[in-house]
């Protein structure tokens, strides 16, 4: 596949990267050992045992939000592509499409509420001046049953630079997809814009209006 991504991405190039796997009994699970970027370190591709996955970089200097039509869109299908060259044939047999979006903000106020940023309920009563909170970590999983779509929404509250950050990750995930479907790239298009929706829908959904104003989303 390798090869395949150079003829579609000529600045394609590898990136270092270090990959330790622990030695187990049973079926191998999927896992990547190479690492892929072009178009300036803003794509990057990660290929390896049964897994491939595409990513793009958002500009943090760029007030606004970056959709996938827009961005990860057309690199998608180009891959997906090379996929259906080697799916089915034992070298690469998928089960399962995900896709997630990570979010990164700076709040402005000193003394934070995040039920200013998030429909979500979190405390914990402690004298700050004795005791400082430095991090906050949460985990929430959902699923949709009339589409078997696992949701995950993750949230860490911590320090940057002085200023509280926020940052979250609303992945969605579907299994059980045959090897021979990944030949079909229209109905795997349409599966993951399906997931990439369920995965912004939940984002959304636990998200107040001031959030999506700091993020530039609220147009997405």
Known sequence: MLKAG?????????MPSLVIIEKQ?????P??????SWGNNRYVVRLGHQFLSIHFICDLAKDRYDTYEG????PVKDWLEIV??????????PEKIGFG??????AKEEKLDLSDYFKIN???????TKTPLQEINTHFRFLQPNTNTKLSFDLRVGEKSGQVQLQTKTSAKRQGIPASDFKKIEDVLKTIV????AAKEAFFALTTDRAKREMGAQYA
Not at 25 to 29: E, F
Not at 101 to 106: A, M, Q
Not at 122 to 127: A, K, M, N, P, S
């Open 71 to 74: 961005t990860l869109g057309q």
């Open 101 to 106: 979006y990570v979010n990164t903000f700076l």
């Open 122 to 128: 979190v405390g914990i009563e402690l004298d700050p």
């Open 31 to 36: 896992f990547w050992n190479t690492q892929l």
């Open 84 to 93: 259906s060259e080697f799916s089915g044939t034992g070298v690469f047999k």
């Open 6 to 14: 150079r003829k579609k991405f000529p600045d394609i190039k590898k």
């Open 194 to 197: 399906e997931i990439k929706d």
């Open 25 to 29: 009994d049973g079926p191998i699970p």
